[in-house]
């Protein structure tokens, strides 16, 4: 077995604030992350595959990086998380929240998917590795 490991680009506001939280409570848990604000993220996609004996390759490149692309990249990418992705309704946009929303999103098109990490800034990268339910 071989993992291939690909790696995407997307820019997106997003504001941390949880729904049982009053404003100041939120404001004191998430910091200034509570205020409006956007990233450069990364996205890893991680399938895993057997190599063909023919050309060598685990998992199609192309056709991944058009899953990832339709899937994923264009509903999030230079869009506010909370209020125009309908597929995060509800979700707190943390990095955690994000890579378990994003697997929901690329699993059922991606069966060989082992993880998705999201990378929000220099020192935070969150994985997922599909244990339990992910919210899509």
Same mark, same amino acid.
């Given at each position: 077995?071989?993992?291939?490991?690909?790696r995407?680009?997307?820019?997106?506001?997003?504001?941390? $604030?949880?729904?049982?939280?009053? @404003?100041?409570?939120?404001?004191?848990?998430?910091?200034v992350?509570?205020?409006?604000?956007?990233?450069?993220?990364?996205v890893?996609?991680?399938? $895993?595959?057997?190599?063909?004996?023919?050309?060598?390759?685990?998992?199609?490149?192309?056709?991944?990086?058009?899953?990832?692309?339709? $899937?994923?990249?264009?509903?999030?990418?230079?869009r506010?998380?909370?209020?125009?992705?309908?597929?995060?309704?509800?979700?707190?946009?943390?990095?955690?929240?994000? @890579?378990?929303?994003?697997?929901?999103?690329?699993?059922?098109r991606?069966?060989?998917?082992?993880?998705?990490?999201?990378v $929000?800034?220099?020192?935070?990268?969150f994985?997922?590795?599909?244990?339990?339910?992910?919210?899509?």
């Amino acid at each position: 077995m071989v993992l291939l490991t690909r790696r995407y680009h997307f820019s997106a506001g997003h504001r941390l $604030e949880s729904p049982h939280l009053t @404003a100041a409570e939120n404001a004191l848990v998430y910091g200034v992350c509570h205020r409006p604000h956007g990233h450069n993220y990364y996205v890893e996609v991680t399938v $895993e595959g057997t190599p063909d004996p023919v050309t060598g390759m685990a998992a199609d490149v192309g056709a991944l990086d058009e899953i990832v692309e339709r $899937e994923l990249i264009s509903r999030v990418d230079h869009r506010d998380l909370e209020t125009t992705v309908p597929e995060l309704s509800g979700v707190i946009t943390t990095g955690e929240s994000l @890579a378990r929303a994003f697997w929901g999103l690329l699993a059922p098109r991606l069966p060989a998917l082992t993880r998705v990490a999201v990378v $929000e800034t220099a020192k935070n990268r969150f994985e997922y590795c599909g244990e339990g339910d992910a919210p899509v």
